[in-house]
């Protein structure tokens, strides 16, 4: 209750949306009590909420939708909620020694501020992982405030080790669901049908075709209502899709057992970072009939869709070493297959060529993704990361440097996690976690477009916008920048010891590097990078570095502007 009406109310005070869930809360324990008798406990849920907050006279802004009748009530809600996204600052973690202190003094109070300080900046993250990261939270608090005679440090110390791990989780499902909205919103309940069914093909391969057609239907529905913000809806649809997961555990898969036994909010991110169930033994390698047998044409003819579902489902359950982007690629490719092969006048071997068009493309793809982390496993983080920065400020020049850094950093994690697994898992945990970061650089766009380039590839296909952003070179729209006195600039502070604030000041160079001089070779880049670590190298040794940095720049700045017109 106290999430629902943080979400609702983000502007209200902790105290008002802690009344209004403990008024919420005595109300069920009373319906609870007389098994439902009173007229208040038969009206819907969401309706009760709703009151209650139309209720209260002291918050500003919800006069016109209180006036309104449902389900025209609810739905002006859920446009304030839409609206209200980014209203609230971000979260600044309270001085170490005042939580303690107010850990040991008022646990349960504190636990609630918590769960309201979320709730009210994430409108539209799920209950289940806020409640989940309050346990968490609270385990935190208990470890790291121990007794009160712990030194302040090691307190700080418990804290700085803990806290990006515990709230890892809000950052995580956040992304996910704001990936799965936009994806949604973009490209239509059609295609987050084809992702899920990819998707739950992989994870149940021994489920029927009806029973995986099912989970779809239903986990696409539970996305429209949990991307409208109706979260009391949403909550109801997760609990159905987990309940029926659950009692058909024996027709699904043996691997998530031990997730169905777990309380109700644990269950689902169990279920869905659960390994994929073993493919039937009986299951053929290859399906040739969908190429093979005559009456495909027919079947294509009068029920393209199912048919099309159906071969992705069986695609899919063959392939967990497959992403699920890939997967939908090749789908697509068996659909344009089958529109040109099925046509009047259609060569007899037409069909036949669509064996070697999939092996072309499997290849390619998984070329791809080998050659990206044979690069990552000689380079190492820092050297990964410039090689990205170098491709995508070329591609993407108008994006700003703390934009470029974030999303390329994100991109090497991507490596940091893939890179080191065996080569059936690589694929899929590689294709769809850049297919994260892609969506990210995708809303970017939308919010404020970046170039022609970046718009088509964010629009046209959302299976092949990976390889699509790959594709991208440099954009000859973009106007580089001019050499003004303050575009580079080298100071003493080049002479830090701490290593992550030098290489970002040095990847900030080489950003506005690529943006002066976007068709930059990889020998002249080789060649001004060598130029400047030598000078860094002299000045840093000299008795006056930042003399010697006035006095060497300027010189280092005309050198590499002979070598850049060479």
């Keep these: 209750a106290l999430i629902m009406f943080a979400q609702y109310v983000p502007g209200g005070t902790f ?5 209004m869930a403990e008024a919420i809360t005595a109300l069920a324990r009373r319906c609870a009590a007389a098994a439902g008798a009173s ?29 309104k009748k ?17 209203s609230v600052a971000p979260f600044e973690r309270p001085n170490t020694e005042a939580a303690c202190k107010n850990y040991s003094q008022q646990q349960h109070p504190l636990m609630g501020y918590f769960i309201y300080e979320v709730s009210r900046r994430r409108p539209f993250l799920s209950a289940p992982t806020i409640l989940s990261v309050a346990l968490r939270y609270e385990e935190m608090m208990k470890d790291c405030c121990g007794s009160a005679e712990e030194p302040a440090l090691k307190q700080e110390d418990c804290f700085q080790r803990q806290a990006p791990e515990v709230v890892k989780p809000i950052k995580d499902d956040s992304l996910r669901q704001e990936h799965t909205c936009a994806i949604l919103k973009k490209f239509g309940e059609r295609t987050l049908k084809a992702l899920k069914l990819a998707q739950i093909s992989q994870k149940f391969p ?10 779809v239907t239903a986990i696409a529905h ?16 997760r609990e159905e899709i987990l309940q029926y997961v659950c009692s058909n555990e024996d027709n699904l898969s043996h691997k998530i057992k031990k997730c169905c036994e777990k309380p109700l909010l644990q269950r689902s991110e169990c279920i869905v970072n659960a390994d994929n169930d073993n493919p039937p033994a009986e299951l053929s390698p290859h399906v040739r009939e969908f190429i093979e047998d005559k009456g495909i044409c027919e079947h294509f003819a009068q029920e393209k869709d199912t048919h099309l579902a159906r071969f992705l489902y069986e695609y899919s359950r ?21 529109t040109e092969c099925c046509r009047p006048g259609a060569p007899d071997d037409c069909r036949s060529r669509g064996e070697e068009e999939l092996k072309k493309h499997i290849y390619e793809t998984e070329s791809v993704m080998k050659t990206s982390c044979d690069i990552y496993k000689e380079k190492g983080d820092y050297y990964f990361q410039n090689e990205l920065l170098v491709s995508f400020t070329k591609k993407m020049p108008q994006l700003t440097s703390a934009e470029l850094i974030k999303f390329t950093r994100e991109m090497t ?16 945990c590689a294709e769809e976690n850049l297919d994260l970061v892609l969506g990210e ?57 701490e290593a992550e604030q030098l290489q970002h000041k040095k990847q900030e160079m080489l950003i506005n590097l690529i943006k002066y001089k976007p068709s930059i070779t990889q020998e002249q880049l080789s060649a001004v990078t060598a130029a400047f670590a030598a000078m860094r190298e002299q000045c840093c040794r000299a008795g006056e570095p930042e003399a010697c940095f006035a006095r060497e720049g300027p010189q280092l700045i005309k050198r590499s502007e002979k070598m850049l017109s060479a």
């Design 318 to 338: 063959r392939h967990p070493n497959f992403s699920a982007q890939m997967l939908l690629r090749i789908g697509k490719g068996y659909e344009e297959l089958l």
């Design 39 to 67: 007229p208040a406990c038969l009206q819907p849920l969401g309706r009760i909420f709703l009151n209650t907050i139309c209720r209260e006279e002291s918050l500003p802004g919800f006069s016109e939708c209180c006036a």
């Design 15 to 19: 105290e008002k949306a802690a009344a």
């Design 70 to 86: 449902d389900p025209e009530r609810n739905d002006c809600f859920l446009i304030l909620k839409n609206s209200s996204r980014g």
């Design 413 to 428: 994690a991507v490596g940091s996690k893939c890179c080191r697994l065996s080569q059936d898992k690589l694929l899929p």
């Design 441 to 497: 650089i995708c809303r970017r766009h939308l919010a404020n477009p970046i170039n022609p380039g970046v718009c088509h590839c964010c629009s046209s296909s959302y299976a092949s916008r990976r390889p699509c952003m790959g594709k991208l070179e440099l954009d000859e729209s973009y106007v580089p920048l001019p050499l003004t006195p303050g575009l580079f600039t080298f100071h003493e502070d080049l002479c830090t010891p």
């Design 222 to 237: 539970m996305h429209k209502r949990c991307c409208r913000g109706d979260m009391l809806d949403c909550l109801r649809k």
């Design 206 to 215: 021994k489920a029927d075709f009806v029973t995986v057609g099912k989970l």
